[in-house]
């Protein structure tokens, strides 16, 4: 099965679940869990990220005079 097919199959599902609340409730706990499950590696705590910024600073820097400047150096890249 196709994306493009699952994905016409959740929605003619879910237009039929929508009619009836109690349905709704139990397919939008379910979608919590699955999503649950799916780990996002961009998540990270607030002692993280301040542990990348303090990092970050310790290293080498670049200043641009302009945004032209900039675009340049990152499509170099």
């Known amino acids: 099965m196709t994306t493009i097919q699952m ?3 959740i929605l003619r599902n879910m237009s ?3 009619e009836d609340e109690r349905l709704m409730k139990r397919a939008a706990k379910y979608l ?3 999503v649950a ?3 996002d590696p961009t998540l990270f ?3 993280e990220f301040f542990a990348r910024i ?3 600073k310790e290293g080498p820097s670049m200043q641009f005079d302009s945004v032209e400047e ?3 150096y990152i499509r170099e890249l």
Do not use: G, M, P, V
């Open 7 to 9: 994905n016409a199959e």
């Open 16 to 18: 039929i679940i929508a």
């Open 45 to 47: 705590t607030k002692d």
């Open 32 to 34: 919590r869990k699955l």
């Open 37 to 39: 499950e799916k780990e």
């Open 70 to 72: 900039l675009d340049k």
């Open 54 to 56: 303090d990092k970050a």
